[in-house]
């Protein structure tokens, strides 16, 4: 069965950095759009970044500049890199993949999902 298993979560201030990593098992990853979620309380699930099959990646443009999505097609793995982070990037933060060729921001166009990691910014 698929498995997407984040990691790298915790609490930082702001300004500060964090890694995500995001091992997925049980499918082919390299067919796979990856793509970073994120869910505030009260909010709706954005997509903070994606990444296509061949390494294209698009933001919202509130971490453009930011952050960074990279994937390791021999690890199974998706990263996230947050630099510079903010108080408003406080969130959960999922990943998600999808099996198509386009990153969409729509999470009901992913198939799979992991359970979530937790990224508080203190001010």
């Known amino acids: 069965q698929v498995q997407l298993v984040e990691s790298g979560g915790g609490l930082v201030q702001a300004g500060g950095s964090l890694r995500l990593s995001c091992a997925a098992s049980?499918?082919?990853?390299?067919?796979?759009?990856m793509g970073w979620f994120r869910q505030a309380p009260g909010k709706e699930r954005e997509l903070v970044a994606g990444?296509?099959?061949?390494?294209?990646?698009t933001y919202v443009d509130s971490v453009k500049g930011r952050f960074t999505i990279s994937r390791d097609n021999a690890e199974n793995t998706v990263y996230l890199q947050m630099n510079s982070l903010k108080p408003e990037d406080t969130a959960v933060y999922y990943c998600?993949?999808?099996?198509?060729?386009?990153?969409?921001?729509?999470?009901?166009?992913?198939?799979?999902w992991g359970q979530g990691t937790q990224v508080t910014v203190s001010s």
């Open positions: 990444i296509s099959r061949r390494g294209s990646s």
């Open positions: 998600a993949a999808d099996w198509h060729y386009i990153v969409s921001a729509e999470p009901s166009a992913y198939d799979y």
């Open positions: 049980g499918l082919t990853f390299s067919q796979y759009v």
